[in-house]
């Protein structure tokens, strides 16, 4: 690919429009941009970044070696318009405000042709007033915003602008990048190398595959959850079979009951009228077996009230004996209590007798009447002797054989209320027993109406068709519930089985599933091969390269890149270079740089802004004499003075460019137009002079900058 | 008063009234409930107290002692003391052991209330005095 032209509208340094035709039918790839600082060579660096990606950084910085990329530069910052990109002037004076940049490239692709314009109607004061338009044209089709982008991405993929946007301010950084192989330039090679679009590829498959596994996963789990659900199905389905079965059963035994029930009705209907006694007799005969257990009772509770009788008939005998013997046991005791108390009164009566003194204890002065006194107790003591003797000799019975007799004729007095006892249980027996009699009675009657076999026939018909019909009310009973149970195990059943799962979709996931696995790896293999494969390329070319551009080639065996593409210089002797210098580290990474290239073949111009920076002079001139060649891509340089110049270009016979281009200021040229370059000028005012044949007017104060082509055959 | 001391003596019923003591005892194992009876199996001593209470409450008059032998009624348990303690004046006039009195009245007593029963009376005539 080969960049054919630019034009710059109002950026940087650059006033008005400004065309660089590259186009040319030389095959000579280098190309050059020379120019003093602040020139503008960067600006056309940074035109080009800016036209294909919309964005310009500044430098990055190197901070603890690690790259921090620089911020974004504006087009336009009323705050700091000394890095702003548009034209100084365009943004103070013009109304409407432009700034434009337009690319056209022609390669394998075709005719690429990208316009990048940054516009307001008005004053900008930031990015965020102006309106920025993007139109990219391929061979005739035009494409806007995103679809531009895109466009252009395919002919300059943003995340190689590295390769083919050289800074040489910041190859130091690369350089340091590329001797402690930070993540950042392990991803620019990867990048260069096309592994993330295929390591992407393996990625998208990867979250394919997840995709799968967790469909199969799902698929597993509701597969462990139908079979549960299955197995509880089954479970259901089992009883529900069997439930019907039993109502079957049970529907097939309520037929055959009525039809034994209508048979049993048919028959029962033929003896109508013998039923009448039957039922009679039955009821009768019911009652007798009733009665029999009642008498039976009844009986037996009379002989237990019986076992008194001979003592409650004694008793009447007795009971008289009995009074009188206790009346004369009670005054046997009555007499025994007036005894002890009169015994008790006379010894009380004695003992005053025996200790009555005359003479008194305590005062000890004679007793009046002490004699009086002693006669009274004696009167007392021979009362109380007459009547301890009548009463000691009244009463004939021995009172320990009355209290004996007493005690004999006791076992014989009935318990109380035993003759009432004996007497009820006596009347219900006879009730009862007469009862009895007469339902015999009654049985006997009902005999000679139906016979004994025939009573039994009949009743054993009732009894049939009784039991019958208790079996009918059972077995209904039975259907009902059972129904109930079938409705609720087919509820349940509908519920319990699984929806019906297509198992062919699982097991296609399953071999989706596998196929990408097998990708996945066969992709691995590939990419890690290949990765192989290009830094062993990598290696050897950058080698190559560096051995080319190197002033001591003899020295050196190349440079080598381990797995993290940490790149190292290698003596002569096998052994890495220890403490390279600056400048051959520079020379290295140029080398990795330009060796990547190749290998990734990718076919864009190389911007090597400052390329020249800490190389010496063999380094400067080898590098020229590598890049610029016939065979290689577009190499556009942009040195400034101290780097290289025409004169030293062309004079050291340097490799010769294409095309290159002087940029100057008015004040970098004595009496010439900046216009028309004619030295016919003629000082008209301080710091103006007057073309003579332009008649264009060039003010050497002035700043903007001015493009003069370098013509290599003056 | 007589030094005559009565002993103890045996307690018989005559053979009829042994019968009769037979029909008279119920035996469940044979089912029958509508014919009257008056005591268990084995009470035969409660049976000669019946009799003897009948017998000696209404003063009937004492059975000849038929030929042939005599059914013992055995003692165990007889309070024949208790029955002594009322019987015993009677016994010397009569000179007759207590057993024999109490026999002769229980002889009397049951075969009254076989007749009694017999000729369709009411039993509880009997027991009420």
Known sequence: MRLTYLVLSDIGPFRGRHIFDFSSKDARSGYAFFAKNGRGKTTIYNAMKWALFGKVRRKSKLVDEQVVEGSLRPVVDEDDYDHMMMNYDAWKDDVPQSMSVLFIAEGEFGKLQVERTASCNSMARKDKHLQFSLTVSLN?????????????????????????????????????????????????????????????????????????????????????????????????????????????????????????????????????????????????????????????????????????????????????????????????????????????????????????????????????????????????????????????????????????????????????????????????????????????????????????????????????????????????????????????????????RPKDSDSDAIDIVYDLRDTIQRFIVAIEGTVKSYSDKATEEVQKEASKVFLQLSNAPAAFSGIRLNKQFKASIYGSNGRPVVGASSGMEVIMTLSIIDALRTVSGLDAPVFFDTPARSLDKDHKNGMLNYFWRDDRSQFLIFAHSGEFTVDEIINEDLAVFNKAWELMWPEDLEMTCIHCWSKDVEHVSKHKNRCNECENITNSHSRQTAVKEVNLHE | MSDYIPKDGTLDVSETVHDFMNTIEHNPKKGVYDQLKLFGVNQKIEMFKLGFSIGYVHQLEFIPKEKGERNTVAPRGFPMENYRKFLNEEAIERKMSIGGLLSAYADAGLCHLQQHLDAGNDLMELIEV
């Not at chain 1, 079979?241 to 029930?261: W, Y």
């Not at chain 1, 009347?427 to 007469?434: A, E, I, P, R, T």
């Not at chain 1, 015999?440 to 004994?452: A, F, I, M, T």
């Open chain 1, 140 to 496: 005739g089709t035009s494409y806007q915003g995103q679809a531009a982008e895109e466009e252009i991405a395919k002919v300059f993929p943003i995340e190689l602008e590295r390769f083919f946007f050289i800074d040489g301010e910041e190859v130091e950084a690369y350089t340091t990048m590329m001797k402690s192989s930070t993540q950042g330039i392990i991803d620019d090679i990867k990048s260069i190398l096309r592994l993330p679009s295929l390591t992407r590829g393996i990625e998208d498959l990867r979250a394919i595959k997840r995709t799968y596994d967790d469909a199969i996963e799902a698929g597993a789990k509701k597969q462990l959850l139908d079979t549960k659900k299955e197995d509880k199905a089954r479970t259901l389905n089992g009883q529900l079979n069997m439930v019907r079965k039993q109502i079957q059963e049970t529907e097939e035994e309520i037929q055959r009951l009525q039809q034994r029930q209508s048979s049993f009705q048919e028959q029962i209907k033929g003896v109508a009228e013998l039923k009448t006694y039957a039922d009679e007799k039955l009821k009768v005969d019911s009652q007798i077996e009733m009665l029999q257990n009642t008498l039976k009772t009844s009986l037996e509770t009379f002989i237990g009230d019986f076992s008194n009788a001979g003592n409650i008939l004694l008793w009447n005998k007795l009971e008289p004996t009995y009074n009188a013997l206790a009346e004369e046991n009670d005054g046997q005791q009555n007499k025994r209590f007036a005894l002890d108390r009169l015994k008790k009164d006379r010894k009380k009566v004695q003992e005053t007798i025996d200790e009555f003194r005359s003479v008194c204890d305590k005062c000890h002065q004679p007793v009046l009447k002490a004699e009086l006194f002693l006669k009274e107790r004696q009167v007392e003591k021979d009362e109380l002797d007459k009547e301890i003797k009548s009463l000691e000799g009244s009463g004939k019975t021995n009172p320990q054989q009355l209290r004996a007799k007493l005690t004999a004729l006791e076992t014989f007095q009935p318990n109380h209320g035993s003759y009432e006892r004996l007497k009820r249980s006596y009347d219900f027996y006879l009730s009862q027993n007469k009862l009895l009699l007469n339902l015999k009675e009654k049985q006997r009657n009902l005999s000679d109406h139906v016979s004994e076999d025939s009573a039994k026939d009949i009743n054993e018909l009732a009894q049939k068709s009784a039991r019958t019909d208790q079996a009918l009310i059972k077995n209904e009973n039975t259907l009902r519930d059972l129904r109930f149970k079938e409705d609720e195990f087919e509820t349940k059943y509908k519920t319990a």
